[in-house]
């Protein structure tokens, strides 16, 4: 593994980490509150994280008005 991220290839693709997809979990563990998951099972857990991801997205909606969609 530390030879692939060493690499030149490697080192463009774990730069792109922030741009694809970490900001949006550090946003809804932190700001958020979302730290662990209430419920028990698959399917509730999945309901859960849906319901997060909804505020998230309301939430950057909201902020950024019409000139987001």
């Not at 693709?13 to 970490?22: S, V």
């Not at 999945?46 to 909606?61: A, E, R, S, T």
Request: aromatic share 10%.
């Amino acid at each position: 593994m530390k030879r692939k991220i060493d690499s030149a290839m490697g080192r463009m693709i774990y730069a792109m980490r922030l741009a694809i997809g970490e900001p949006p979990f550090a946003h809804i563990k932190s700001a958020i509150g979302l730290d662990r998951f209430t419920l028990r099972g698959k399917k509730k857990v999945d309901i859960q994280w849906k319901l997060f991801c909804i505020v998230h997205n309301l939430n950057k909606i909201q902020r950024y008005g019409p000139s987001f969609v």
